[in-house]
């Protein structure tokens, strides 16, 4: 590609990474290295260290992995399927279209389904069981956190599948290969580009979900984002929130750096 | 490329008759006096009908926006930017915005039905001779239960009965700091404004052994949660105490006897204000015994105002968990502003709990 | 679905009865006459005509399209372009930087991302209001476009463009003729996604918003203290099925014009 078109092209992408990314990463880091009363300190990164923020991180970590896992589980064969069917792109803007119906409303209709005496337990009376638990705890979190990620990996998993050469396809079939050793040798590798977007938009939002912690799981999951939440708006300790937002997007860059490696071979 | 330029100029274009129908409909909604007045509240928290009355009576075009926690309206008025005229806070971030400086005081001259407060509400410590609020609703924290499910024995006149072992796995608690850790203050007979670190552990060590009791610390959502009966006990605010009993009959309300917290929303005129003849006008109205009276009936909090008290519904007005009479008021605080560091220990604590739970 | 096998069949069902359930939900209880979600009294359409009855609620509704369609389509642009420009950043070190910087709004909570921005706004002396929503929109959507976007461009093979150019192609042509409608489904995608980003966004604009500007979110999630009223469902109900028709008979004129044209 010509450096030169590319360059212009970049250019409303550079005002944007200067106002709305560079800046705000530059306020943040300034809030962060203050104290209550405005005096520069690193107390704030001393009290990250703490046992609790550690394992309030580790637990993030731990759950943004589940839901990319789970959510990349069941995205995948949808996508795959989509490609298949008749009308498929009609079938993708269905798979869209419920993410447009506002995300708090659809929680409370999940606290309703997933109550005690929501139509779920509801089946589950029918087939003699006792009433189960199910709001408030970590599968109603994962579920609820996988519903909303759906979409997010769909879409880019379908749109690399979608132009996929059948011929590559038939032409491994012929050559005798299984249909699994299809899907790993040929297919999957083929959509490695569109997983890892998938995964990307998937994971790195997930290491700060914050409203469902507490809807959902009731506060017995608590991630940085909701960290950062309570810091910013009930304790107004805009400095401790400022810290643990640089270690977000710190640990997120790494994330980028390690991922971005394997990755280079980009035919640009 | 066909494609991506047909899809544009679709855009566009319903862009350009999304933007002419709100124009239209925004003029009809009669943008056309020369006054306008614009009211920071709490979402739903106000009866629209009498915005209505009070654009006819007066002229003065209401532009009615919402937020959703004191801090973060806090935050708003804060930066600036936008012109309110009045907002609605709690009283400990009454006396933090005047603390900053973010207020203007009142002119009671403008607000003659000031007179229609009851005495008890005015002149309160978080604002002494009503400088700068005027309470608009109040209320207790207390423990909303239901009688049918968890039987007649616990009556929650003592903080401890939530301790009761029957209780496992059945208490919902709300998602607030102050609220909890001023329950558990409560329960061991301290103060909810206690500056004392050691009886600030003692209590969270006690807010611990109720772990096991807890089904979850949630929002507002804890109210459809009570009406459907997904837990039998729940501590929150009296006033969504009164949602949920409205809904759901078998439910009741009680404020245990160690004491508790008195909360209040109050007007106040934010800095920022453009219009501040209009907002006494504005807090005025509202103080109207029949307006306040019908506001009351919709919002379905209790009001301070005494004479609007005489025109509503005497079951209400007499109902002693909306209403408590003043000797079990005695036992109640109202939240002092902590200062935002033992705002923060209070909050590091509440997180400890909250680790606690799993 | 032609040769979809009947495990598949019932897969994709599955799956889209779960995404489909709560919106269901929603709609079957905005019928409710007893005002609320717990137990179905009887059916009703008064939660309808509150809708059509309350015009700031109308008026906010079509705030809350246009600025989401405004800042689609704006975010799409700059997005697809700083894809494309990513992408031709040879360092490989530097691509990564790059990306990172992309996906820091992705990463931070919105209320960082609105406190940040309404310094932002009120230090440039921005008045809050529909242009400050509408910039924000755009700001948080930019990430999502360039990473749908990504894909596309990374698995396209540069012998295309190499041969585009070969043939006497200007840079501009290959980038209209070859590049874009290459990466158009990526495109699309980016584009529905900032759709998503938006119509969702309730901490954002909550921040940046003023003067009696406000949209669906922001009403939504001020009203969940004193309990979120029918109407909403109601105007979710409705929001809902007109998609769903606007869709699916777009997706039915647009294919039998084409067959039409393939007729020919």
């Known amino acids: 590609m010509q450096t030169k078109n590319s360059k212009s092209a970049l250019f409303p992408y550079a005002i944007w990474i200067a106002l709305f990314v560079i800046a705000p990463i530059a306020l943040i880091i300034y809030y962060s290295l203050q104290d209550l009363e405005g005096n520069f300190t690193l107390a704030n990164y001393a009290a990250f260290f703490s046992t609790v923020y550690l394992k309030m991180t580790l637990s993030s970590f731990w759950y943004a992995f589940l839901i990319t896992f789970f959510t990349l589980l069941v995205s995948y064969p949808v996508a795959y399927l989509l490609t298949k069917t008749k009308h498929k792109h009609l079938w993708l803007m269905l798979i869209i279209i419920p993410s447009w119906i506002n995300l708090l409303l659809k929680t409370y209709a999940f606290i309703g389904i997933f109550g005690l005496y929501g139509p779920i337990n509801a089946m589950i009376e029918v087939f003699g069981f006792d009433p189960q638990q199910i709001l408030f705890t970590n599968f109603s979190f994962v579920f609820v956190s996988v519903y909303i990620f759906i979409p997010f990996m769909i879409i880019p998993i379908f749109n690399s599948l979608d132009k996929l050469n059948p011929t590559l396809v ?7 290969a299984s249909s699994f050793t299809t899907f790993r040798r040929v297919i999957f590798p083929l959509t490695i580009d569109g997983v890892k977007s998938g995964i990307q938009v998937t994971f790195i ?24 939440e309570q810091q910013f708006l009930v304790s107004q300790n805009w400095g401790m929130g400022s810290t643990i937002a640089v270690f977000l997007i710190f640990i997120m860059v790494l994330i980028m750096l390690f991922t971005g490696k394997n990755s280079k071979g980009g035919r640009a | 490329m066909r494609q991506l330029l047909q899809a544009t100029i679709a855009i566009v274009i319903a862009c350009a008759l999304l933007f002419l129908a709100a124009n239209q409909l925004q003029v009809t909604g009669g943008k056309g006096g020369k006054d306008t007045l614009t009211v920071f509240n709490w979402g739903e928290y106000i009866d629209p009908d009498l915005i209505k009355q009070f654009e006819k009576e007066t002229g003065i075009h209401v532009i009615y926006e919402t937020f959703d926690s004191n801090e973060a309206m806090l935050t708003k008025i804060q930066q600036g930017g936008s012109a309110y005229d009045i907002a609605a806070p709690s009283e400990y971030t009454v006396e933090m915005m005047k603390e900053k400086d973010l207020l203007i005081p009142l002119d009671h001259s403008k607000i003659p039905n000031l007179k229609n407060i009851d005495p008890y509400f005015l002149d309160l410590a978080f604002d002494p001779g009503n400088e700068y609020s005027l309470p608009y609703f109040w209320g207790t924290v207390g423990i909303v239960y239901n009688p049918t499910i968890i039987g007649d024995e616990l009556t929650f006149d003592s903080w401890e009965d939530l301790w009761d072992p029957s209780l496992k796995g059945k208490v919902f608690l709300v998602d607030g700091a102050r609220e909890v850790m001023g329950m558990g203050l409560n329960s061991i007979g301290e103060s909810l404004n206690t500056k004392d670190d050691k009886i600030l552990r003692t209590a969270t060590d006690k807010l611990i052994t109720l772990a096991p009791n807890v089904k979850a610390i949630i929002g507002d959502e804890i109210t459809p949660l009570m009406i459907n009966n997904e837990a039998s006990v729940a501590l929150t605010w009296s006033g969504q105490a009164a949602d949920m009993m409205f809904e759901n009959e078998d439910l009741t309300y009680a404020v245990p006897e160690e004491g508790s917290n008195l909360w209040f929303d109050n007007f106040v005129i934010p800095k920022t204000a453009k219009n501040i003849d209009g907002a006494h006008a504005f807090i005025n109205f509202m103080l109207d015994a029949e307006v306040n009276a019908q506001n009351t009936d919709y919002v379905g909090y209790s009001t301070p105002n005494a004479a609007a008290m005489e025109l509503m519904d ?32 209070y909050n590091e604590l509440f997180l400890e709990f909250k680790m606690n739970m799993r | 679905m032609e040769r979809l096998s009947p495990l598949a069949k019932t897969y994709l069902v599955l799956v889209f009865a779960i995404l489909y359930a709560p919106i269901l939900y929603l709609i079957f209880y905005s019928f409710n006459s007893a005002g609320n979600m717990n137990d179905f009294e009887s059916f009703t359409w008064e939660h309808y005509a509150a809708v059509f009855g309350d015009s700031r609620l109308i008026v906010i509704l079509i705030n809350t399209v246009l600025v989401a369609l405004l800042s689609g389509l704006l ?24 990306l990172s910087l992309n996906n820091v709004l992705i990463v931070s909570p919105d209320v960082i991302i609105g406190a940040s921005f309404l310094i932002l706004f009120t230090f440039i002396g921005v008045k809050l209001g529909f242009a400050s929503v509408l910039v ?57 996604m900032a759709l998503t980003y938006s119509l969702d966004d309730f901490a954002v604009t909550f921040f940046v918003t003023g003067n009696g500007f406000s949209t669906l979110s922001v009403e939504i999630y001020s009203m969940a203290r004193t309990g979120i009223t029918l109407t909403i469902n109601a105007i979710s109900g409705l929001i809902f099925v007109i998609t769903v028709l606007v869709v699916v008979g777009y997706y039915f004129v647009n294919s039998r014009s084409k067959q039409a044209k393939v007729g020919r």
Do not use: C, Q
């Open chain 3, 75 to 98: 975010a799409t642009i700059i997005g697809t372009f700083g894809a494309i420009g990513i992408v031709s950043v040879k360092n490989a070190k530097m691509r990564s930087v790059l």
């Open chain 3, 136 to 192: 924000s929109h755009i700001a948080f959507s930019v990430p999502i476009v360039v990473l749908m976007v990504l894909p596309k461009l990374l698995e396209m093979n540069t012998s295309l463009i190499d041969a585009a150019r070969d043939l006497g192609a200007t840079k501009r042509d290959v980038l209209m003729r070859v590049i874009l409608p290459y990466i158009a489904p990526g495109i699309f995608a980016g584009f529905f």
């Open chain 1, 205 to 228: 939002p997930a290491l700060s979900l914050f409203m469902i912690t507490r809807l959902i799981a009731g506060n017995r999951v608590i991630t940085l984002g909701t960290a950062i």
């Open chain 1, 170 to 176: 038939y032409a491994a079939r012929d050559l005798g």
């Open chain 2, 314 to 345: 005497p079951e209400v007005v007499e109902d002693e968990r909306y209403y408590p009479d003043e000797e079990t008021r005695e036992h109640l605080e109202v939240y002092e502003n902590l200062g935002l560091e033992w705002l923060g220990k």
